[in-house]
């Protein structure tokens, strides 16, 4: 698949060069032209692709704006917005985050993801902005220059990129141009709290939760407002937040798609339609949400209900590598779960994550095991890649007595 064509009326731009595609796309977003981002490095079948855009309505290859997502399941999915919308969302942030005296935004994450996309790309498409699309954790050095120098500068991270950046910037050295830093797409990172304040000492940091489907934000929370890693804060102007009878998070957006294409079918997103997050949530009488996990990931064992978003917090709060968790069933058939450590830890540091579970934990929510590897696969925003991860060989460093 080419970085940079025309499928069907739709200019197509890849993940593998969009940096040198930069001027036609901003050319093809300025038209009336619609516009797909293909992220060719995530392994999706090109022939799928092409059935999938060949499935919408030729009615959207104006004025329109398509994001490929895997979504929760694993199953690839088209989501179609509106050019308008992601420029309404991209003033929302703007607004928001006061970004005002922000001049650039540097790039450590693709931008064929749709959280870098409208947080960065449309943000300084539609606000004058410059874009600077750095080599990342492949050329730490000249990156961490980009981020030490420079005029007022935002960026979008996940928890673990972050991780691994902090590593590389000593103490007295902190990176002094960004004033915004953004995550999404992965647990915020609170254990390293300390960590972000010498890394960023004039930043402003914020949580950014949402989905593809909500183009894609659907509440952003300064770090000093958040009451803990789960919390989510209050819905964005324009946006809708409520539960459903399973629990799971659902929304309505001013914002959000217009249609999906998935399961080999296109379908449209009428304007009243509430659309599930796949995470299931608690509300707060404040207004507040509260995030419990995946939908995948909060099960009911022994009549109680488990969170393993919340044990990973737990655990990475004393345990200084990589965590992931795998579901499992337990001998009897019912769900459960396995953790995942990575590097293989000490007999003290094990000790140490086995505390937090008996500590804080029923015995009903503990993990099945503790699995451990000595590198943990990773996605391309260095977040557990869990296709890979279950088709690696783990030892078991612990398992729950029976």
Known sequence: MRSATVHAGWHLVGDDDLAASHDGLAAAWSSDRSVVLAPTRRGVNPAWFRDALDRLPAALAHDHVALLTSGSTGTPRLVVGTKSRARAMASCIHVHQDNHAVA????????????????????????????????????????????????????????????????????????????????????????????????????????????????????????????????????????????????????????????????????????DQWLGTQDVAVAHDDGRFALLGRRSEVYKRHGEKVSVAQQLEAVRAVWVGQAAAMMERDPAGDPAHVVVLAPTPSADQLRAVLKVFRARFPRAHWPLRVDCVDTMPLLETNKPDLQALAATVRRVCWQLPR
């Open 104 to 271: 650039r935004t540097v790039t450590l994450l693709p931008l064929t993801y749709s959280y870098a996309f409208v947080n960065q790309w449309v943000w300084a498409h539609a606000h004058d902005r410059t874009l600077v699309v750095s080599p990342g954790l492949a050329d730490v050095s000249a990156t961490r220059a980009l981020l030490r120098d420079g005029p007022d500068t935002m960026v979008c991270l996940v928890g673990p990129l972050f991780s691994l950046l902090a590593r590389h910037v000593p103490d007295g050295e902190p990176l002094t141009s960004v004033t915004r830093v953004n995550f999404a797409g992965a647990p915020f990172p609170w254990p390293e709290r300390a960590a972000l304040a010498r890394v960023f000492p004039r930043a402003r940091v914020f949580n950014n939760y949402g989905c593809t489907e909500a183009m894609p934000r659907l509440t952003i929370t300064a770090m000093d407002a958040l009451t803990g890693p789960s919390d989510l804060g209050v819905p964005l102007p324009g946006v809708e937040l409520g539960i459903d009878a399973a629990g799971e998070l659902r929304f309505r957006s001013a914002y959000g798609a217009v249609g999906l294409v998935e399961d080999g079918a296109y379908r449209e997103v009428a304007a």
